[in-house]
């Protein structure tokens, strides 16, 4: 924990108009708010024409799927779910951002699957709001490639 704050330390303060930390803040609002299916609080971060591909490649052959904002919101949920960030790479060009970010995905405490979730975030009015939000789900076998992690031991000090 020491390591990661004297890094962020050594990292100068964002140019002005950079605005990554309220991009990466949004996305992971919804994330969090989507673990727990509150619908509401997630709604709020996106465009309305919000889409959400979903490229499958656990299988023998990769599936594409495209769901509306509805789906994305509506999904029932069974279990504790929980969806750790790896490092996020956040770009920024005035209106326009992309986050990129590894993650995993996990059901009761077992994991499930991991992947890297990609969001498309413009800003209107002020605020930052997802238009796009896709990800795709892989194999076990491929998490640490993807620096995907895994969840904290509560027993461990960080």
């Known amino acids: 924990m020491l390591s990661l704050l004297a890094a962020a330390m050594a990292v100068p303060p ?18 969090d708010a989507l673990m727990v299916g509150d619908a509401e609080t997630a709604r709020a971060h996106f465009a309305p024409e919000a889409i959400f591909p979903v490229v499958d490649a656990r299988g023998a052959e990769t599936r594409v799927r495209l769901l509306d904002l509805d789906q994305v919101l509506n999904f029932e949920r069974e279990g504790l779910h929980q969806e750790p960030l790896g490092i996020p790479t956040v770009l920024q ?11 995993s995905f996990w059901i009761d405490g077992v994991k499930q699957h991991c992947g890297i979730d990609n969001a498309t975030l413009v800003q209107q009015d002020g605020e930052w709001k997802i238009t796009q939000m896709a990800f795709t789900m892989t194999s076990l076998d491929r998490c640490d490639e993807l620096g995907a992690p895994t969840l904290a031991d509560p027993d461990k000090d960080e």
């Open 14 to 31: 964002p140019p002005p108009g950079d605005d990554r930390s309220a991009i990466l803040a949004t996305v992971t609002e919804v994330l």
């Open 93 to 103: 060009d005035g209106a326009l951002a992309q986050m990129w970010v590894p993650y």
